[in-house]
C-alpha cells in the first residue's frame, strides 16, 4: 500500500479505473445480460423525446434511463456510450465508498483495502461493463449515504440536499433505495440533542423520496400495462404470503455466503484489528462459530446461484446450449464450487461474531461526546444492512448481483476505527486474495466481452453476408430478445428457446448439439485461462418445415425422441406430441401404440410449416376405438378460420383396428402457411392410434411454381 502514500487515493482509483477500460476495451455496440430492456427506454427518449417503459424490467429505473439518455444525446446513440455511462458510475460509486469509509474510520489505508475490494469485486467489476442497474444504483445510495453523513458529523444545508437528491435518484433506480431516507430519518430520531427541526428536517428526505416513487408509479399506471412487474409491495407482500420458513433461511445462507466470500480480502487483512476479548478463552464464541458454519454448509445446495457468475467465469452467456447446461467452459466441477462454501462459511461467521451485540454498545448511540455521529452513522450502516438483507430474504427475486449493495456496507460496517496495523501474515494473504480477485475480474471480464464481439460477429455475418433474416436464428437471450425476433416460448430443452425465438434453423452454441450441423466456428480472441473459448454457428432443418419430396412423413409411435413427450418420424425435423402416453397394451405394427385417456384426450399432434395454398394433404391414422368417438383432425389458426375433424371416414379395417382417412386441399386464404394436425379422444373411454401417415401434393399452381 506505498503507492498511497505518493499520491492520493481517489488518483489511484482513477488510475486504476482507466487500466481497467484499458485491458477489458468495452467497445460493441450489442447489449450484455438485462441491459437490452434498459437500452429500449434510453432509445425511446433519444428518439421520440418520450419514455416508453419496456415490459421487463421490475424496478423503477427512469433515474438511470436520462442519465443514459444524456450521454447517448451528446455522444451517440449505441450500447458502447451506455457502458461508458456506467463505467463513470462505477468510478464515482469508488470514490464515494472511499470517502464515506473516511468518515468512520481513522485508519486510511484499511480504507483503501476496503476500497480495492468493493472495486474489483467480481460482480462490481464486471456490471461495470454493461448499462444494468446494479452499479448506477450502488452509486447513488452510496453518495445518499455520503453527503447524510456529512450533515449528521457537521449540519450543513449543502450535504442535505445532496443527501436528499441521491435518495430520489436511487429510490427511482431501484425501489430499496427508500432505505437509505429512511436510515437517515431513523438516526435523527435517535441523535442527541432532540429537537423537532431535526426530526423533521430528518423526515423530509424520506417524505420527498416516497412522493418522486408514488408519482413515477401513478405515471406508470395510467397507461402502460406493461409494468407490472414495477409494484414491488405487491410482490413482496405476495412472497411473504406464498413462501415458507424453510425458503427464507435458504435465502439468508444464501446472501451471508455470498458476503463471506466477497468480503474475504477485507476480512484477512483487519482480522487481527476486529475487537474481541480472547477469542480463544471464549468457548462460547468458538461454539457459536462453529453452529453458524455448519448451518451456512447444511443450507447451502444452492450457492453460488446466478445470475454474473458463469461458472469459472463471468457472463452470463445465455444461448440454447448452456442455458441447460452443455457446452459450458470454462468449467470447474460442482465439487470445486462446493468447496468455496467453507472459506466464504468461516467468514460469514466471523463477520456475523464481530456484530457488536452488547447493550452498552447500544447505550452508547444515545450519549453524547465527540465519537457520536461516528457511532450513528454505524449505527445507519447497521439499519441498511438489516433493511436490505429483509428485502433480499423476501422479494421476488434473487440473483447474485443483487448482493452487491450488501457486500459494500458490510465492508463498510466493520471498517475498524483504530489504527492498529495488520499482522505481516494477515496482510500478505488478504494482498494474495485481492489479488486472485482482481485477475479473476480482469480476465473474466474481458473474455466476457470478448466472446460477445464475436458473438455478434457471427450474427452479423449470418444476417448481412448471407441474408438470414433475425427471425430464422437463435442467436442467444439478448440477441432475440433484443430484435423481439418471436413470441416468448415455453421452457423446452428439446424445442425452441424460450426468448423470443421464431425459428432456429441457424443456432449459436458455445459447442456441438445432437441434430445441429456446424457451419463456422470463431474462436474467441481472449486472455488465458479463458481462451479455449469459441463460437459454434449451427443448423439444422427448421422444426416441422418439409419440403414436397420430403413427404409422407410418417410415425409409428414406436421412436421416443430426446424429449420424451414426443415420437420421433422418419423426418428429423418433424416430431409428434404425445405426452407420456406411448402403450405397449396394444399395437397395429410393432411394439407401441398411443393411448388417449382421461386426461390425455390429444396426441400425434404436430405443426407443418410452409403449407402453400391449394396444397393437397392426405392423412391416415389407424384406430381402436370401440365407441368410435375419437378421430383425427386438421386445423389453422387454433381453428379458427379452418378446422376439420373426421371419425367416420374408415377406409380399411384390420383385427379391430381401423384406418382413418382426411382428404383437404389448402383454402387460397392469404398467410395460411402452416396447420396443426392432431388426433382427438373427446371420450372418458380408453382409445389407441397407431401408424399416423402424412402426405402433401402441391396444387397445380404449386406444380408450376416447383417446375420452375
Same mark, same amino acid.
Given at each position: 500500500?506505498?503507492?498511497?502514500?505518493?499520491?492520493?487515493?481517489?488518483?489511484?482509483?482513477?488510475?486504476?479505473?482507466?487500466?481497467?477500460?484499458?485491458?477489458?476495451?468495452?467497445?460493441?455496440?450489442?447489449?450484455?445480460?438485462?441491459?437490452?430492456?434498459?437500452?429500449?427506454?434510453?432509445?425511446?427518449?433519444?428518439?421520440?423525446?418520450?419514455?416508453?417503459?419496456?415490459?421487463?424490467?421490475?424496478? @423503477?429505473?427512469?433515474?438511470?434511463?436520462?442519465?443514459?439518455?444524456?450521454?447517448?444525446?451528446?455522444?451517440?446513440?449505441?450500447?458502447?456510450?451506455?457502458?461508458?455511462?456506467?463505467?463513470?458510475?462505477?468510478?464515482?460509486?469508488?470514490?464515494?465508498?472511499?470517502?464515506?469509509?473516511?468518515?468512520?474510520?481513522?485508519?486510511?489505508?484499511?480504507?483503501?483495502?476496503?476500497?480495492?475490494?468493493?472495486?474489483?469485486?467480481?460482480?462490481?467489476?464486471?456490471?461495470?461493463?454493461?448499462?444494468?442497474?446494479?452499479?448506477?444504483?450502488?452509486?447513488?445510495?452510496?453518495?445518499?449515504?455520503?453527503?447524510?453523513?456529512?450533515?449528521?458529523?457537521?449540519?450543513?444545508?449543502?450535504?442535505?440536499?445532496?443527501?436528499?437528491?441521491?435518495?430520489?435518484?436511487?429510490? %427511482?433506480?431501484?425501489?430499496?433505495?427508500?432505505?437509505?431516507?429512511?436510515?437517515?430519518?431513523?438516526?435523527?430520531?435517535?441523535?442527541?440533542?432532540?429537537?423537532? !427541526?431535526?426530526?423533521?428536517?430528518?423526515?423530509?428526505?424520506?417524505?420527498?423520496?416516497?412522493?418522486?416513487?408514488?408519482?413515477?408509479?401513478?405515471?406508470?399506471?395510467?397507461?402502460?400495462?406493461?409494468?407490472?412487474?414495477?409494484?414491488?409491495?405487491?410482490?413482496?407482500?405476495?412472497?411473504?404470503?406464498?413462501?415458507?420458513?424453510?425458503?427464507?433461511?435458504?435465502?439468508?445462507?444464501?446472501?451471508?455466503?455470498?458476503?463471506?466470500?466477497? @468480503?474475504?480480502?477485507?476480512?484477512?487483512?483487519?482480522?487481527?484489528?476486529?475487537?474481541?476479548?480472547?477469542?480463544? !478463552?471464549?468457548?462460547?464464541?468458538?461454539?457459536?462459530?462453529?453452529?453458524?458454519?455448519?448451518?451456512?454448509?447444511?443450507?447451502?445446495?444452492?450457492?453460488?446461484?446466478?445470475?454474473?457468475?458463469?461458472?469459472?467465469?463471468?457472463?452470463?452467456?445465455? %444461448?440454447?446450449?448452456?442455458?441447460?447446461?452443455?457446452?459450458?467452459?470454462?468449467?470447474?466441477?460442482?465439487?470445486?464450487?462446493?468447496?468455496?462454501?467453507?472459506?466464504?462459511?468461516?467468514?460469514?461467521?466471523?463477520?456475523?461474531?464481530?456484530?457488536?451485540?452488547? !447493550?452498552?454498545?447500544?447505550?452508547?448511540?444515545?450519549?453524547?461526546?465527540?465519537?457520536?455521529?461516528? !457511532?450513528?452513522?454505524?449505527?445507519?450502516?447497521?439499519?441498511?444492512?438489516?433493511?436490505?438483507?429483509?428485502?433480499?430474504?423476501?422479494?421476488?427475486?434473487?440473483?447474485?448481483?443483487?448482493?452487491?449493495?450488501?457486500?459494500?456496507?458490510?465492508?463498510?460496517?466493520?471498517?475498524?476505527?483504530?489504527?492498529?496495523?495488520?499482522?505481516?501474515?494477515?496482510?500478505?494473504?488478504?494482498?494474495?486474495?485481492?489479488?486472485?480477485?482482481?485477475?479473476?475480474?480482469?480476465?473474466?471480464?474481458?473474455?466476457?466481452?470478448?466472446?460477445?464481439?464475436?458473438?455478434?460477429?457471427?450474427?452479423?455475418?449470418?444476417?448481412?453476408?448471407?441474408?438470414?433474416?433475425? =427471425?430464422?436464428?437463435?442467436?442467444?437471450?439478448?440477441?432475440?430478445?433484443?430484435?423481439?425476433?418471436?413470441?416468448?416460448?415455453?421452457?423446452?430443452?428439446?424445442?425452441?428457446?424460450?426468448?423470443?425465438?421464431?425459428?432456429?434453423?441457424?443456432?449459436?452454441?458455445?459447442?456441438?448439439?445432437?441434430?445441429?450441423?456446424?457451419?463456422?466456428?470463431?474462436?474467441?480472441?481472449?486472455?488465458?485461462?479463458?481462451?479455449?473459448?469459441?463460437?459454434?454457428?449451427?443448423?439444422?432443418?427448421?422444426?416441422? #418445415?418439409?419440403?414436397?419430396?420430403?413427404?409422407?412423413?410418417?410415425?409409428?409411435?414406436?421412436?421416443?425422441?430426446?424429449?420424451?413427450?414426443?415420437?420421433?418420424?422418419?423426418?428429423?425435423?418433424?416430431?409428434?406430441?404425445?405426452?407420456?402416453?406411448? =402403450?405397449?397394451?396394444?399395437?397395429?405394427?410393432?411394439?407401441?401404440?398411443?393411448?388417449?385417456?382421461?386426461?390425455?384426450?390429444?396426441?400425434?399432434?404436430?405443426?407443418?410449416?410452409?403449407?402453400?395454398?391449394?396444397?393437397?394433404?392426405?392423412?391416415?391414422?389407424?384406430?381402436?376405438?370401440?365407441?368410435?368417438?375419437?378421430?383425427?383432425?386438421?386445423?389453422?389458426?387454433?381453428?379458427?378460420?379452418?378446422?376439420?375433424?373426421?371419425?367416420?371416414?374408415?377406409?380399411?379395417?384390420?383385427?379391430?383396428?381401423?384406418? #382413418?382417412?382426411?382428404?383437404?386441399?389448402?383454402?387460397?386464404?392469404?398467410?395460411?402457411?402452416?396447420?396443426?394436425?392432431?388426433?382427438?379422444?373427446?371420450?372418458?373411454?380408453?382409445?389407441?392410434?397407431?401408424?399416423?401417415?402424412?402426405?402433401?401434393?402441391?396444387?397445380?399452381?404449386?406444380?408450376?411454381?416447383?417446375?420452375?
Amino acid at each position: 500500500m506505498g503507492i498511497i502514500r505518493k499520491i492520493t487515493f481517489p488518483g489511484l482509483l482513477l488510475l486504476l479505473w482507466i487500466l481497467s477500460i484499458a485491458v477489458v476495451n468495452p467497445v460493441g455496440d450489442f447489449p450484455l445480460n438485462d441491459d437490452w430492456a434498459f437500452a429500449e427506454g434510453v432509445y425511446s427518449i433519444v428518439q421520440t423525446g418520450a419514455l416508453i417503459p419496456s415490459d421487463w424490467p421490475a424496478m @423503477t429505473l427512469v433515474a438511470q434511463l436520462y442519465w443514459g439518455a444524456l450521454f447517448c444525446k451528446v455522444f451517440g446513440l449505441s450500447f458502447t456510450v451506455l457502458r461508458w455511462c456506467t463505467l463513470l458510475s462505477s468510478l464515482v460509486g469508488a470514490i464515494s465508498f472511499y470517502l464515506l469509509g473516511c468518515e468512520i474510520s481513522k485508519r486510511r489505508s484499511v480504507v483503501a483495502f476496503a476500497s480495492l475490494v468493493l472495486f474489483f469485486n467480481p460482480l462490481f467489476f464486471s456490471l461495470s461493463f454493461t448499462f444494468m442497474t446494479d452499479v448506477h444504483f450502488l452509486s447513488a445510495i452510496l453518495l445518499a449515504f455520503l453527503f447524510f453523513s456529512r450533515d449528521i458529523k457537521s449540519p450543513n444545508i449543502g450535504y442535505w440536499l445532496l443527501g436528499t437528491f441521491f435518495s430520489i435518484v436511487a429510490t %427511482l433506480i431501484r425501489q430499496p433505495g427508500l432505505m437509505i431516507p429512511l436510515t437517515f430519518a431513523i438516526v435523527s430520531l435517535i441523535a442527541r440533542p432532540w429537537s423537532t !427541526r431535526k426530526i423533521v428536517k430528518g423526515n423530509i428526505p424520506l417524505l420527498l423520496s416516497l412522493i418522486s416513487y408514488l408519482i413515477y408509479m401513478r405515471w406508470l399506471n395510467a397507461g402502460n400495462e406493461a409494468v407490472q412487474t414495477v409494484h414491488i409491495m405487491d410482490h413482496l407482500i405476495r412472497g411473504i404470503l406464498q413462501n415458507d420458513l424453510a425458503y427464507f433461511l435458504e435465502r439468508t445462507v444464501l446472501i451471508l455466503l455470498y458476503v463471506g466470500l466477497f @468480503t474475504l480480502p477485507f476480512v484477512l487483512y483487519t482480522l487481527p484489528a476486529i475487537s474481541w476479548s480472547g477469542l480463544k !478463552r471464549n468457548s462460547l464464541k468458538v461454539s457459536l462459530g462453529l453452529a453458524i458454519i455448519l448451518i451456512l454448509y447444511l443450507g447451502s445446495s444452492s450457492f453460488p446461484f446466478g445470475n454474473v457468475f458463469y461458472n469459472l467465469g463471468l457472463g452470463p452467456k445465455i %444461448l440454447k446450449d448452456t442455458y441447460w447446461g452443455s457446452n459450458i467452459h470454462p468449467e470447474l466441477a460442482n465439487e470445486s464450487w462446493q468447496a468455496l462454501i467453507f472459506p466464504s462459511g468461516l467468514i460469514t461467521a466471523i463477520l456475523l461474531l464481530g456484530l457488536p451485540l452488547r !447493550r452498552g454498545v447500544w447505550k452508547q448511540l444515545f450519549a453524547n461526546g465527540p465519537l457520536q455521529a461516528e !457511532r450513528l452513522i454505524r449505527f445507519g450502516i447497521f439499519l441498511v444492512l438489516l433493511i436490505y438483507t429483509g428485502f433480499l430474504i423476501i422479494g421476488p427475486y434473487l440473483f447474485d448481483r443483487y448482493t452487491l449493495p450488501l457486500i459494500a456496507f458490510a465492508l463498510l460496517f466493520f471498517l475498524p476505527f483504530t489504527k492498529r496495523f495488520p499482522q505481516k501474515a494477515a496482510k500478505w494473504m488478504a494482498s494474495v486474495s485481492l489479488l486472485i480477485y482482481l485477475l479473476f475480474s480482469l480476465l473474466g471480464t474481458q473474455h466476457y466481452l470478448s466472446w460477445n464481439r464475436t458473438r455478434w460477429q457471427a450474427l452479423e455475418e449470418l444476417m448481412t453476408k448471407q441474408g438470414i433474416d433475425a =427471425s430464422r436464428i437463435d442467436g442467444g437471450f439478448e440477441f432475440n430478445t433484443w430484435l423481439k425476433t418471436g413470441p416468448y416460448n415455453k421452457e423446452d430443452r428439446y424445442g425452441k428457446s424460450w426468448w423470443r425465438v421464431a425459428e432456429d434453423e441457424y443456432v449459436l452454441g458455445l459447442g456441438r448439439i445432437p441434430d445441429f450441423e456446424v457451419k463456422q466456428i470463431l474462436p474467441v480472441k481472449a486472455v488465458w485461462p479463458f481462451d479455449q473459448d469459441s463460437i459454434f454457428v449451427l443448423w439444422h432443418k427448421v422444426e416441422g #418445415l418439409a419440403l414436397y419430396e420430403d413427404y409422407p412423413i410418417r410415425c409409428d409411435a414406436e421412436k421416443i425422441a430426446p424429449d420424451p413427450h414426443y415420437f420421433s418420424s422418419n423426418l428429423p425435423q418433424i416430431r409428434f406430441h404425445h405426452d407420456l402416453s406411448q =402403450s405397449n397394451e396394444k399395437a397395429h405394427r410393432g411394439q407401441y401404440s398411443m393411448a388417449l385417456t382421461e386426461g390425455k384426450e390429444y396426441g400425434f399432434s404436430t405443426t407443418l410449416k410452409d403449407i402453400r395454398p391449394g396444397d393437397e394433404l392426405r392423412i391416415r391414422v389407424w384406430r381402436w376405438d370401440e365407441t368410435k368417438s375419437a378421430g383425427l383432425a386438421i386445423s389453422n389458426q387454433g381453428g379458427k378460420s379452418f378446422y376439420i375433424f373426421e371419425k367416420a371416414n374408415v377406409i380399411q379395417e384390420e383385427d379391430g383396428w381401423q384406418q #382413418l382417412e382426411i382428404l383437404v386441399k389448402i383454402p387460397t386464404d392469404p398467410g395460411f402457411d402452416q396447420v396443426g394436425i392432431y388426433v382427438w379422444n373427446p371420450v372418458k373411454v380408453d382409445t389407441w392410434f397407431d401408424d399416423l401417415e402424412i402426405d402433401r401434393k402441391p396444387g397445380t399452381a404449386n406444380k408450376e411454381v416447383e417446375n420452375e
